[in-house]
């Protein structure tokens, strides 16, 4: 098998995977002791498991002023909605992407933009699919401020699901991420919602697929409807 080809299948792991791989590869020896076929089963919700910690390189675009999307998964929700209380950013409405991960996309969250963490916010709360539009309300949230150096700001809100328990944001308030940058992580399956700043409008549309650190979900100061854009 060629370097190429093999990189295509092997990821790097994000340091949280190894020691649920490892269980999940100790039940599949035990089910393969008991019963063969059941070995089978354990192999591939081992192999789904490695898979879903994969940590993949991702090349982020350097133009100045976009804003790429901090999530793998599918546009859910475009919407003006008050960014949550905890974040001081106001309680005039933003413009909201949310962006729904199933349990089959990397669950690496990335920084949309360059900025200083100058809010961290957590709050518990609910497990409802993230897919509804309440879950931003109701559900276990963790909230993050970016700031850029020019002092505008934007919002990035992880939030647990039906099955996602576990919020994981790697980050302390005064840290500087690059756009791109990893900041966090979210068991198993669930959705990011970013709160865009006054003046900027979405480039994508509800149910494209997004790559976390790729996919430019808006330009800032581009307030322009995305049909009438030729860039």
């Known amino acids: ?3 190429s080809l093999l990189g295509t299948f092997v990821k790097p792991v994000h340091r949280e995977g190894p020691k649920f ?4 590869g100790v039940v599949t020896v035990l089910l ?14 081992t192999i ?4 879903f910690f994969r940590d993949p390189v991702r090349v982020t675009p ?7 999307s901090p999530a793998d998964g599918v546009v859910s929700l475009i919407e003006p909605a008050v960014p949550p209380a905890e974040l001081g950013l106001g309680d005039a409405p ?3 992407v949310s962006v729904f991960m199933s349990v089959f996309d990397c669950h690496v969250n990335r920084a949309p933009v360059a900025g200083e963490v100058t809010a961290l916010a957590y709050r518990p709360g609910k497990f409802l699919s993230a897919e509804l ?3 931003s309300e109701e559900n276990e949230r963790n909230g993050m401020v970016l700031t850029m150096e020019d002092g505008t700001t934007l919002g990035v809100v992880q939030i647990a699901g039906l099955v996602a328990r576990r919020i994981l944001c790697e980050v302390d308030q005064g840290a500087r991420l690059e756009r791109g940058g990893r900041f966090g ?3 198993f399956g669930s959705r990011l919602d970013i709160y865009l700043p006054d003046g900027t409008a979405p480039r994508v549309s509800i149910g494209q697929t997004m790559t976390s650190g790729e996919t430019i979900i808006a330009k800032l100061g581009d307030d322009s409807p995305a049909a009438a854009r030729t860039d």
């Open 1 to 3: 098998m060629s370097v």
């Open 21 to 24: 791989i490892a269980v999940f």
């Open 32 to 45: 393969y002791l008991l019963w063969s076929p059941l070995g089978w089963l354990g192999l591939g919700a």
């Open 48 to 51: 789904w498991c490695y898979y």
């Open 62 to 68: 350097m133009d100045e002023g976009l804003v790429v």
């Open 94 to 96: 933003r413009t909201r």
């Open 133 to 135: 539009d309440k879950a």
């Open 185 to 187: 992580l979210i068991r």
